[in-house]
């Protein structure tokens, strides 16, 4: 998760200005990328490390396919749907040539979403879940993504960007067909 938030942060300041983006330096894109395939590389090990836990027991089924697992399978499941979120939505801008840019930009917005889940999944699933240190642990990184997404998202000046960006309301013609 730690990953995945820094990710998410370095994420939402691409697409801002002023301050936040001028931290960053000129290498954001390349950071944003490493941490998003470091993400994604966790995600994939901790799913593999699952498959020889003595305790679980899962299987390659149980790991991949979201709710068909005995542990905690709602937590587990939205973890699974996170995960399989993250990979598809980051991975897409690989494929951004062919689906089109401004279709990209659309669906990496839902990131945020998948983000979500696999803290949801942590503290639902995580059998350490109530412990300070993990609540500390899962915060700390998870506090200054989210409230960069809640500046973006609700009119702070990194927020600019994200408006211009939305369709325009369609325009009601007096004309009556």
């Known amino acids: 998760m730690m990953l995945a938030s ?14 936040s983006r001028r931290l960053l330096g000129s ?5 944003h990328e490493a941490l ?6 966790a995600i994939a090990i901790h799913g593999v490390a699952l498959l020889g836990d003595a305790y679980l027991h899962p299987s390659p089924l149980n790991i991949a ?7 905690r399978p709602l937590w587990t499941g ?11 939505l980051g991975l897409s801008y690989y494929a951004r040539g062919r689906i089109g840019a401004a279709r990209w930009r659309y669906l990496h917005r839902f990131i945020p979403i998948f983000w979500a889940l696999g803290i ?18 899962l915060g700390l990184p998870a506090a200054p993504a989210l409230f960069l997404l809640l500046g973006r998202l609700f009119g ?12 325009p309301e369609p325009q009601l013609s007096g004309r009556r067909g």
């Open 36 to 41: 998003s395939l470091a993400t994604l590389v």
């Open 6 to 19: 820094g990710s998410l942060g370095v994420g939402v300041m691409i697409r801002g200005r002023g301050e």
């Open 120 to 137: 949801v999944h942590t503290l639902g699933a995580g059998t350490d879940a109530e412990q300070p240190w993990m609540l500390i642990a």
């Open 27 to 31: 290498d954001v894109r390349a950071l």
């Open 65 to 71: 396919v979201p709710f068909t697992g005995g542990y």
């Open 78 to 88: 939205l973890g699974i749907v996170g995960g399989w979120g993250l990979a598809a």
């Open 156 to 167: 702070s000046p990194e927020a600019e960007p994200l408006r211009q960006q939305r369709a």
